[in-house]
């Protein structure tokens, strides 16, 4: 009887479970994982990969880990699927940067190339690598306060690098700050009635846009001067778009 009631509640878990996932992911690999909680690895994961940009976007368990997302046989779906452990498996801490780098090339490309990355692939545990800072699944983007702690925990005031964190925090200020402008301006853009003004005008918010994207590599150079200058330079295209959209005089 109580092996009986177990079982339902079980089963209805497993139907809730994937009713929830039929609706926003393709993969076997998530519905299984969630019908089976109890007894796979990490199941704390699957809530954070759910409320993540990636469980949102329908990036799924497959494009870190690899394996075969479209059948429920265990073996077929879990060929080359290999544990975090192994140095073979693409979420191997030293393999991130390429797990990550087809979806986010600009953040990668400029982390593979930090004495962070050389050290992560000589296998120096002291080292941080993606989910060092954004968390395995949560895809989480630290605050400024966030990552001035981050970088303290391994390059404390009085050492070395002591003074890098609160640099970082400030240029990571001055990037939200840039975004929130880039904002405003589009929504001044989008107001107005010209067309051939507005189109203008967005195409320039497009092209400040990028400069604030490679200011963000920027910050993963973890190199400050290449992180002002990038700063500098999406500085300058909105300073150029608001004397345009905004007449002097008035
Ligand atoms: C039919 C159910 C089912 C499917 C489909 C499934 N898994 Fe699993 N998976 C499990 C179970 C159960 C375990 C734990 C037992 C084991 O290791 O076999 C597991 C283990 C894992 C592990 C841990 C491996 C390790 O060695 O630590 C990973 C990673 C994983 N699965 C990823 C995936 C990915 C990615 C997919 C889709 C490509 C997938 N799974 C599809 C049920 C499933
Ligand atoms: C954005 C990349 C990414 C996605 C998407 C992702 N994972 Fe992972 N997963 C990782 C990383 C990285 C680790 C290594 C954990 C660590 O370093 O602590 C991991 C660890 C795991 C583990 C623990 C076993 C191990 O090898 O360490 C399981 C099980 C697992 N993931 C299953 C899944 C399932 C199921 C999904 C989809 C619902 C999924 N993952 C989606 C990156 C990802
Ligand atoms: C198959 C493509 C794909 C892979 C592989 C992938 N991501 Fe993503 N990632 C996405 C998409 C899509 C989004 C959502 C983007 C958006 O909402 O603009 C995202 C969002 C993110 C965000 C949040 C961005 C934001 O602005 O909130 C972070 C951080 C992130 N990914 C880190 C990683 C890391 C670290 C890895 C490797 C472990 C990884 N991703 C692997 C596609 C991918
Ligand atoms: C030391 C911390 C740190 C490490 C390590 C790190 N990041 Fe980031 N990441 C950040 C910060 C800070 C931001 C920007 C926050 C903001 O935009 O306000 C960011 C933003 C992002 C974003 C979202 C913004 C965008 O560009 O669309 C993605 C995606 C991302 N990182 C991917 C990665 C990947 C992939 C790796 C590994 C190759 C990585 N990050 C390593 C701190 C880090
Ligand atoms: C998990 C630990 C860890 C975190 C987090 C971390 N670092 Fe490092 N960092 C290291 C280690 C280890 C080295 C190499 C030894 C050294 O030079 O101190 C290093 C080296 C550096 C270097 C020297 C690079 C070069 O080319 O000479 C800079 C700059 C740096 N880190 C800045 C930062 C900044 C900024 C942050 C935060 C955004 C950060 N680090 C976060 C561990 C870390």
């Given amino acids: 009887m109580r092996a009986t009631s177990s079982f339902i509640i079980a089963l209805c878990v497993t ?8 609706q926003t992911t393709t993969s076997r690999c998530a519905e299984c994982h969630f019908a089976n909680m109890s007894s796979v690895p990490a199941p704390q994961h699957l809530g954070d990969w ?8 329908d990036v799924g368990c497959d494009k870190c880990h690899g394996g075969d997302p479209m059948t429920f046989q265990p073996a077929e779906a879990h060929r080359g699927v290999l544990s975090s452990d192994n140095p073979a498996s693409p ?5 991130l940067v390429r797990t ?4 986010h090339e600009r953040n990668a490309l400029a982390f593979g190339q930090s004495l962070h990355q050389i050290l992560v692939r000589a296998d120096d545990q002291r080292a941080p690598t ?36 609160s640099l970082m925090r400030d240029g990571v200020e001055r990037l939200n700050a840039q975004r929130a402008r880039a904002d405003e301006l589009q ?10 003004r507005r189109v203008e005008l967005l195409a320039s918010i ?13 910050v993963h150079t973890f190199d400050l001067r290449t992180l002002t200058e990038r700063l500098d330079t999406a500085k300058r295209r909105l300073d150029l778009i608001t004397a345009a959209v905004v007449p002097t005089g008035r």
């Fill in 15 to 22: 139907l809730l479970a994937s009713a929830a996932f039929a």
């Fill in 50 to 57: 759910q409320q993540s940009p990636h469980g949102k976007r």
């Fill in 91 to 95: 979420v191997y801490r030293a393999n």
């Fill in 100 to 103: 990550c780098a087809p979806c």
């Fill in 130 to 165: 993606c989910t060092t800072c954004h968390g395995v699944m949560i895809a989480r983007v630290p605050s400024p306060v966030a990552l001035e702690a981050r970088c303290a925990a391994c390059h404390p005031s009085g050492s070395a690098r002591g003074e890098y964190p």
């Fill in 187 to 196: 929504e001044a853009i989008e107001r107005i009635q010209d067309r051939t």
């Fill in 206 to 218: 497009y092209d400040a846009r990028t400069a604030i994207k490679e200011a963000i590599a920027g």
